[in-house]
């Protein structure tokens, strides 16, 4: 069953607003407190974000499935050890 292309871009807004969201008050919480994991908080979050739908989208035109599933996962892992490194240092 597919999707329809409204659905899918609703979903895309949902998941952008949400997630960046996220991203702006874990950068808020950084400015107020200068605690430097938080900035990491921050960019481990955004990779995320990026690599879950942004990075999906903007490499379309590479016309290989493959190729495009390692780019987005790649964003998706560096994000996770982003995280993983501001858990650590907290």
Known sequence: MSESPTLEYI???AHLIVGFLLVFFSAKAFTRTKYKPMILLAIGFTLLVLGETVVEY????LQNENL???IEE???IAGF???ILAVKKS
């Open 11 to 13: 979903l895309l807004a």
């Open 58 to 61: 903007a490499f379309n035109f």
């Open 68 to 70: 495009q599933k390692i």
């Open 74 to 76: 790649g964003f998706e």
């Open 81 to 83: 050890a982003v995280l």
